[in-house]
């Protein structure tokens, strides 16, 4: 589960939409930065991670690679567990069918707890990260995030190929120095919203249009909001919720310190009134 999407749901077999107070969809994101083995003494919480998640960034052969790996699950988990009221160790993941093709590498989702009411509103969230960021995002909605460094130059001539064809146009259009950026933002959007679907690079890229958001805005999947997200130069990044967000999609910075060893009940107090989707969890039930 390196960059994915899921929900915690209860009764239905498809995901519901759940609205804020003010009929929006509450949306968190948060971005997380390359971190140090260790902070002031203190080395990463790696004993809430699962075996899966451990043996993952045990196989990944860049170091680095390994320790972003290790950091973006942990502020998945500590983000999850304030929004669900759990500890970080005990959100367990189960994994869905895929919508597209039925097979069992649908997206992740929460494994409910026992004794979870089945009127009780559904918690998604989604996580992406490369070289040197991550994104975590949680949404009492169907929700998907992506985040990706920019592409070269050979990896843009190549995919282009397989986009929808009025994205191919858009492309075509810009000039040769502003090209690279514009599909690496692009490809965000296109991934962000597969996840949030379930399907991933199952469904066919040149599939649904998510092109300028300022052209052609009615060729865009119904019912999805698919936004960019400012998360340097380097990176292009966006996310994409089922409904209409209740307000701006702000990207906070996590803290360091808080994907360390230490009174993890002390951060995820930090964290919780700072989670849109536990306020409306607690409003809806």
């Known amino acids: 589960m390196s960059s994915h999407s899921a929900s915690h749901r209860t009764g239905s077999s498809r995901p519901r939409e759940e609205t804020g107070p003010d009929g929006g969809v509450a949306v968190d994101l948060w971005l997380v930065h390359h971190p140090v083995p260790h902070y002031t003494g203190r080395r990463l919480a790696v004993d809430e991670l699962d075996a899966q998640e451990r043996a993952r960034a045990a196989s990944l052969p860049r170091p680095r690679d390994a320790l972003l790996y290790t950091a973006a699950h942990i ?14 160790q005990d959100v367990a993941y189960v994994r869905e069918a895929c919508p597209e093709c039925g097979g069992p590498h649908g997206r992740p989702a929460l494994r409910p707890a026992p004794g979870v009411r089945g009127d009780e509103p559904a918690v998604h969230f989604s996580l992406s990260h490369s070289s040197g960021k991550a994104l975590v995002a949680v949404a009492p909605a169907p929700i998907g995030v992506d985040i990706q460094r920019m592409p070269s130059a050979e990896t843009t001539e190549v995919c282009t190929g397989l986009l929808h064809p009025g994205e191919r146009a858009e492309l075509d259009e810009l000039p040769p120095g502003r090209r690279g950026a514009a599909f690496g933002q692009l490809w965000a959007r296109k991934e962000a919203y597969l996840k949030g679907l379930g399907t991933g690079l199952e469904r066919p890229l040149h599939a649904d249009y998510l092109g300028s958001p300022h052209r052609d805005p009615w060729l865009r999947p119904p019912h999805w909001t698919v936004l960019d997200l400012p998360c340097g130069p380097a990176h292009g990044a966006a996310v994409a919720v089922l409904g209409t967000p209740a307000g701006p999609c702000t990207v906070r910075p996590l803290p360091a310190e808080w994907l360390y060893d230490g009174d993890a009940a002390h951060v995820l107090a930090r964290i919780a009134p700072l989670t849109t989707a536990a306020r409306v969890k607690e409003t809806l039930t």
């Open 75 to 88: 502020a998945l988990r500590r983000v999850l567990a304030a929004a669900l009221g759990l500890a970080p």
